[in-house]
């Protein structure tokens, strides 16, 4: 049974720094591309960043470019979003999402199989 478990979440001040952790079990984690999404409340579900099953290639949202960084640690089975500069509007629930091979389209939420409950990340003003 596949398990994605995210951690990290907390309560920050803008411009501050947070790592946000995924820990895969139950699956062939280096046959697997992942992502990470958010959502604010009342927003819909929004990507952020994925990472394709070798950690050879990266993508962002716009909104969170020079400011996130998507890693992983294939022998941990963990995924990482390291998350700086901080700002209010980056406040939502965040979830990493799971798709075995490669992801063509990968910004769209429904092209992944697995995902994690969600860890809250909240940067006040």
């Known amino acids: 049974q596949v398990h994605l478990v995210e951690s990290g979440g907390g309560l920050v001040q803008a411009g501050d720094s947070l790592r946000l952790s995924c820990a895969a079990s139950?699956?062939?984690?280096?046959?697997?591309?992942v992502a990470w999404f958010r959502q604010a409340p009342g927003k819909e579900r929004e990507f952020v960043a994925d990472?394709?099953?070798?950690?050879?290639?990266?993508s962002y949202a716009d909104s969170v470019k020079g400011r996130f960084t998507i890693s992983r640690d294939n022998a941990k089975n963990t995924v990482y979003l390291q998350m700086n500069s901080l700002k209010p509007e980056d406040t939502a629930v965040y979830s990493c999402?799971?798709?075995?091979?490669?992801?063509?389209?990968?910004?769209?939420?429904?092209?992944?199989?697995?995902w994690g409950p969600g860890t809250q990340v909240t940067v006040s003003t």
């Open positions: 999402a799971a798709q075995g091979g490669s992801v063509r389209d990968y910004s769209v939420y429904t092209k992944y199989s697995f």
């Open positions: 139950g699956l062939a984690f280096s046959q697997y591309a």
């Open positions: 990472i394709t099953r070798s950690g050879g290639a990266t």
